[in-house]
């Protein structure tokens, strides 16, 4: 789990051109999520708050931002997950959608209530990006997992 | 959100809300005490010496990459190499004569003048470290930080002019924003008249905007806009950019300018750190060391550079009463832009 988290981190970071570096998803974000599916005692929310706090200080942003978003999320994937295990490839993709865009909204609404707010329109790409990998990420960490 | 619940499940739920909203309270507390107070610098600093393994170990295989490619470059390709760079080397030493006769005409004038534009007389050369940072702001991570004696604020230039400014200190890296960046503004003046105004970040790595001139300003495409000093932020007297277009649209009052950043915004590898003293008084006319100008990147990699002359020696004419003067001069004209208090708007 901490090095799938881990992974996920230095993906978050590895340079890309800038053009595809909007279209990165959010990767240790899409693992907090398997994690809270998949197993909520693994990790649970004190992963979550402690990815977010990872994201912050790689962003360079206000301590908590990323921290707050990812918990809310995660709580919610975690309060979701009995359902989320039987739903169709389909409908989990549509659910890790909206999670993703909710974790993005948060961002977007911290962002804004500590003046610096970024209004690019391509920031509510990623939960897209996200959520068409979803299915890949999900399959390959099972995979690892039950190794 | 409708719960979920039977009965073997509700302790649970409530566990869960419980822990959620801790943790909320939790990074929402956080968050105050980071934008409030200043307290979290150490632990910020702390968390960031946890990442910088990260950090290190993505940027490994693109520095081995790099170190491959030149240890597998030809002879021949050397050769060319270092021909091209012989040639470049006599154009720099031919034109730095001049430059010589010029910054000490320079001096002399504004010695006379009685001006207070601040030299700076030290640097350290930090490489770009291969990390992308958030996709919608104009930062990057630099190899240097608290360890080398950089602080936030302190003014970066490429071989080109200038970079940004530092924006945020760790203890081995630190933050540069791009002058490129939406959030920064940077005190400037046309070379040609000596206009003074501010240049403000879009966004864009090959766009800069004037927000602040009037439609009737004096300012044509091509013009060299140069750091004006005011602030104190910036060494006075560096390429910024240059004006790419002026739109004038005779129903606005404000002229719509487009720069071009003379720095190579999304390019450069080098950057320079710049030690500014403010007021400090020009090295008397000795000039004979002068790495305040731009050095072109690449130069000394080993990186504390100390010129010889020392500003001991100062004139008579430059001291310290002198801030307060740039400083009333700059308040001078009413009506200051918002953004950035402590810049002037026009002559």
Known sequence: MALSALVALALTVVPVPLALDVLRPDFLVLVVFYWSIESPRAGGLGLAFLAGLALDVINGVVLGQHALALTLMA????????????????????TIFALLTGYQFILFWVDGATGNPVTSFSRWLAPVIGALLWPLLAGTMARLHER | MVAFRNSDNSGRTTGLLLRCVLYS????GLMIVDKRYDHLGKIRRLLSIVAYP???????PFEGWNWFRESI?????????????????????????????????????????????????????????????????????VDKGARDGVFVGQAVLDSGGVFG???????????????SDAAHAIPVQINRNGLRTIAVGTGDSSRLKLPYLPTSADVIAGDLLVTSGLGGGFPAGYPVGTIA???????????????????????????MFVWLKPGAALPAASTSAAPAAPVPSGVARPAVISPASAPASAPAGAPAGAPD???????????PP??????????
Request: charged share 30%; aromatic share 4%; glycine share 2%.
């Open chain 2, 165 to 179: 400014q530092v924006a945020r200190v760790e203890q081995l890296t630190s933050e540069v924003i791009l002058i």
């Open chain 2, 338 to 347: 918002p953004r950035a208090p402590e810049g002037a708007n026009d002559e």
């Open chain 2, 54 to 60: 990260v950090q290190v170990a993505v940027e490994s």
């Open chain 2, 25 to 28: 309270l939790l990074a929402l």
């Open chain 1, 75 to 94: 709580a919610w994937a975690t309060h979701l997950r009995l359902r989320l295990r039987v739903f169709s490839v389909l409908s989990q993709s549509l």
């Open chain 2, 73 to 141: 470059t030809t002879r021949d390709a050397l050769r060319a190499d270092k021909a091209r760079l012989e040639a470049e080397l006599r154009v720099a030493q031919f034109r730095l004569q001049r430059y010589e006769a010029l910054e000490a005409e320079t001096q002399r004038l504004r010695a006379l003048r009685d001006s207070t534009a601040g030299v700076s007389n030290r640097f350290i050369i930090g490489d770009i470290m291969d990390v992308d940072l958030d996709a919608f702001r104009a930062r990057v991570l």
């Open chain 2, 325 to 335: 003067a740039a400083a009333k001069r700059a308040k001078a004209p009413s009506g």
């Open chain 2, 245 to 271: 277009e002026v739109k004038r649209d005779p129903s606005q009052s404000l002229a719509d300018v487009d720069v071009r950043p003379a720095a190579q915004l999304d390019r450069s590898r080098e950057l």
